[in-house]
């Protein structure tokens, strides 16, 4: 019967969009770690930190191109999936305001040009981010996490990220191939978005976009654009604000420290969301009770791992810097050691938004904790790096993320007081 029940367990969908989005975030982290070691030995410094600066600019305008909807509509999907027609309307409007946050991102994109000195001596730079941006906003993830098959996302993002791990050993071979490095990933974010769009397109019947339509799915992802934007500002936008204020040495060496804290916090926070959609759906059955014993469960599970993961790296940090980056960035080890206590705090916060706020409804306490953080993060960061340097930086996050996890436990407290 324990074997029947294991195996039952293991086959449950909620297990293995788990353990897929787990190969997602392999993919989307830990494989350019493997690609980070050659980098960071081939590429001389300066140049290994512009290519940080080009990606971290990435990732906001992906942030902006996907306006919250790996949530909002991954909920939307969730509960229309069993609809065919209200489905293929739910993603014709997604999809159409993608299209039009994708001419905003490229507009501020273009507005930026004059106005930062790392874009205006390397133009080039610029557009390479607004490119990957763009392809990284419109991969369908919310598409697959709604209907709760998340294997298509997790082979396709490997296999797009593997194929730019191989070209890049293969063809990056000078310190100044800055953008034949960019150029790769830009083509493996086109391989990945567009097969998965086909994919999602042999699933749902295909449906023109409408205005009113698009409107409404910008309207319903508004509050959680603001929530997940200040999100990926805070967690992902410190090399681009870095390289506002110091050299892109030095941006190196930090960004080498928080790529591997990050990469681990990603990989556990993507799989505690692979649990968001059974816990909305069973909010909104009225089944509390099972969903407050699976958010409890999801607590203990991925909170106990983050917080052995902080430890052994702790542990390990100089054999980790040394192994990835070599010995030209001894100075990240101690660093890594102070980020280490992000990864148990990011996950905690993780959960307690995505299996008990978000769930409920408390979308404007996520996002109002969030937006607060992220404009803690930047002031913070900017004023340690030029007054304190890098170590007060790596302190810097970490009172940041304390303030999320904290923010997020008073939103809960009210929240039961409320029930009460």
């Known amino acids: 019967m324990r074997l029947d029940a294991l195996r039952s ?31 960071a030995r081939v590429l001389d410094r300066s140049h290994f930190g512009l290519v940080v600066f080009a990606q971290t600019f990435s990732f906001l305008v992906a942030l902006v191109v996907e306006y919250g909807f790996n949530l909002s509509a991954t909920r939307d999907v969730a509960r229309r999936r069993q609809d065919p027609a209200e489905l293929a309307r739910t993603v014709a409007s997604v999809q159409g305001a993608k299209l039009l946050l994708a001419g905003l991102a490229t507009a501020l994109g273009l507005a930026l040009w004059p106005a930062v000195p790392i874009f205006r001596h390397a133009p080039e730079l610029l557009a390479y981010g607004v490119a990957l941006g763009i392809l990284q906003g419109f991969v369908p993830v919310w598409f697959f996490l709604g209907i709760e098959r998340a294997r298509p996302v997790a082979l396709a993002e490997l296999t797009s990220r593997l194929a730019a791990l191989a070209l890049i050993v293969v063809f990056v071979r000078h310190k100044r191939d800055t953008d034949l490095v ?42 959680l654009f603001a929530g997940t934007g200040a999100t990926a500002f805070y967690t992902g936008a410190n090399a681009f604000l870095l390289g506002l204020v110091i050299s892109t040495s030095q941006v190196a060496i930090f960004a080498s420290a928080e790529k591997i804290v990050r990469a681990a916090t990603r990989v ?31 607590l203990l599970i991925f909170g106990g791992a983050a917080l052995a993961g902080a430890g052994l790296l702790a542990l390990l940090a100089p054999t980790v810097v040394h192994v990835v980056f070599g010995s030209r960035f001894d100075a990240a080890i101690p660093l890594l050691r102070i980020l ?10 993780v959960v307690l938004s995505a299996q008990w706020l978000l769930p409920r409804g408390r979308d404007r306490r996520v996002t109002t904790v969030l937006i607060a953080a992220c404009v803690l993060n930047a002031a913070l960061v900017i004023t340690a790096a030029k007054a304190s340097g890098l170590h ?3 302190w810097a996050l970490v009172v940041v993320e304390s303030f999320v996890v904290a923010g997020y436990g008073l939103g809960l407290r009210r929240f039961a007081k409320q029930q009460h």
């Open 182 to 223: 960019l150029a790769f990933y830009v083509l493996a974010a086109a391989a990945s978005a567009g097969g998965l769009t086909v994919l999602m397109f042999r699933r749902v019947a295909p449906a023109l976009p409408t205005l009113g339509g698009c409107r409404e799915a910008l309207r319903r992802g508004r509050t």
């Open 392 to 394: 007060a930086t790596a």
């Open 268 to 298: 556990l926070g993507l799989m505690v969301q692979a649990v968001y959609p059974r816990a909305s759906v069973l909010v909104s059955r009225g089944d509390t009770g099972r969903a407050q014993r699976l958010s409890l469960v999801s």
């Open 340 to 349: 280490s206590l992000v990864i148990p705090l990011n996950v905690v916060g």
């Open 9 to 39: 367990a293991i086959r449950h969908p909620i297990t293995q969009n788990v353990l897929a989005l787990g190969t997602v975030q392999v993919a989307v982290t830990v494989v350019p770690l493997i690609t980070l070691p050659y980098l």
